[in-house]
């Protein structure tokens, strides 16, 4: 009884003892160099480190100013400087008590000199990226400059990707269904910059659609043939006394078939059941 109890209170205490990692921060804006969040629970003693990857590093580093701040916005102006082409990659942690967030890293909105500017053209059955190349980073690096656009249905994490210059057109989408990308630059097989936010539409549905009358021809006339099999069926199951009337021939019972029984009446059936003609047979003694 007294080990149940201490059990009890064990399972009980575990949520207090133990510490959550803090929820990561929501609602990411970028507006030129100042970067904005939003909390995502209104959590106590949450801090915030916002970190940035230039092209040329391999590792995160801190943003100066920007390290364990419990502000929700933070002026990144200085990175601009720490890269080559100004290009850099940017994301943000929440941190409590030692325990960090999953990393967002932030998207670009309109695009800008690091970031592509997408603009979405959807067709049946494909989804045409239309990107520009009038930017900075394209003039300096000419044809050393690609896009990756990431693609996917909507809800789905965007694992596919197709390269392309200029304008990408993904094929063979679903109809009707609603289709996200996001974009970003990719220099010298690196990725630059910020990519753009995640954009979506939803694929039309062809007006001409031959597949899909076939479809119904076929699902038709299934059901005729269905429907005509169980009524034979029905037929020679339920009916088949009526079937064997309709086939009897018209025939007479011969004479000599009836023995004549005293005091019986003897009938003869024509094909007509209602015509019965009867005799007494009188008995002879
Ligand atoms: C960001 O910092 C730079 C200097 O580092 C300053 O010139 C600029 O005005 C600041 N931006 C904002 C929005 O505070
Ligand atoms: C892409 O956008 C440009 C204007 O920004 C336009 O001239 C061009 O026709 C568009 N391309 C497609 C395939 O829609
Ligand atoms: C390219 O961008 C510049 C500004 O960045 C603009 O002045 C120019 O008109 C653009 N060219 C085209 C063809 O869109």
Redesign the pocket.
């Known amino acids: 009884m007294f080990l149940t109890l201490l059990c009890i209170q064990a399972v009980v205490q575990v949520p207090v003892v133990s510490e959550a990692t803090p929820a990561p921060p929501q609602n990411l804006h970028v507006d030129k160099w100042l970067l904005t969040w939003t909390p995502a629970t209104e959590e106590r003693d949450v801090t915030y480190t916002v970190q940035y990857l230039s092209f040329d590093n391999i590792v995160w580093k801190d943003v100066p100013g920007c390290s364990q701040t419990s502000f929700h916005s933070c002026n990144v102006t200085i990175t601009r400087d720490e890269s080559e082409d100004g290009c850099v990659m940017l994301r943000v942690q929440a941190e409590r008590h030692g325990l960090t967030s999953e990393p967002v890293k932030f998207c670009s909105r309109y695009g800008d000199s690091c970031s592509p500017e997408v603009r979405l053209v959807a067709r049946p059955g494909s989804l045409t990226v239309n990107l520009?190349r009038?930017?900075?980073i394209v003039w300096e690096n000419a044809d050393h400059v690609k896009h990756k656009v990431y693609y996917g249905k909507e809800g789905e994490s965007l694992q596919k990707y197709e390269y392309g210059t200029s304008s990408v057109t993904i094929l063979k989408l679903e109809e009707g269904q609603r289709y996200c990308t996001k974009v970003q630059y990719i220099l010298y097989d690196k990725p630059v910059g910020l990519k753009s936010c995640t954009q979506c539409e939803v694929i039309p549905v062809s007006r001409h659609k031959p597949k899909q009358t076939y479809v119904i021809v076929t699902v038709v006339a299934v059901i005729f043939v269905a429907f005509l099999i169980s009524w034979i069926g029905y037929v020679l199951i339920f009916r088949h006394q009526r079937i064997k009337h309709w086939l009897q021939p018209p025939c007479e019972i011969p004479q000599h078939f009836l023995m004549p029984f005293p005091g019986h009446q003897i009938c003869s059936y024509t094909s007509s059941i209602r015509e019965e003609h009867c005799d007494i047979i009188s008995p002879i003694e």
């Open positions: 520009s009038n930017h900075s």
